[in-house]
């Protein structure tokens, strides 16, 4: 699998001296995400067990014959919109198959970031992955 644009993240953090540096990458990240639209910002496509407002939509496509996850997210909150960008980073066009494969709790460690999130947003992250993980069996 191919984690590009994670491992592109995971550069810049390394070269980031400080949490409060890396805080504000992560919301940077968070602003750089598109906006969804307001149609798609419904109960359904919202997750519990976040402290804020946090929508993700999960689909496939086709590519090459492999049929992959399609990830979209949003929230009301920056820095856990950039907590979105950097999961999508690890789980956009993994095909369906790999997703049980993925840790994406090693490869957040790598980051050294689960240490320095509060428990709701630890919590919050835990219900993005969950849903993810779980998606192929639904």
């Known amino acids: 699998m191919n984690f590009k644009e994670f491992d592109s993240i995971n550069a810049d953090f390394e070269f980031l001296e400080n949490w409060?540096?890396?805080y504000s990458y992560i919301?940077?990240?968070g602003r750089e995400m598109p906006k969804l639209e307001e149609s798609l910002k419904?109960?359904?496509n919202k997750l519990s067990g976040c402290a804020s407002q946090v929508w993700l939509i999960l689909g496939t496509y086709k590519k090459?014959?492999?049929e992959r996850l399609s990830f979209l997210g949003d929230s009301d909150a920056l820095i856990v919109k950039g907590l979105i960008a950097i999961v999508g980073s690890i789980y956009d066009n993994v095909p369906l198959n790999d997703?049980?494969?993925v840790d994406p709790y090693k490869m957040f460690e790598s980051l050294e970031l689960l240490g320095h999130l509060s428990s709701q947003r630890a919590n919050g992250l835990n219900s993005m992955i969950k849903k993810i993980q779980d998606f192929p069996n639904v």
């Open 99 to 101: 997703i049980s494969t």
């Open 64 to 66: 090459d014959g492999i």
């Open 27 to 29: 919301i940077d990240l």
């Open 42 to 44: 419904s109960e359904y």
């Open 20 to 22: 409060e540096d890396r």
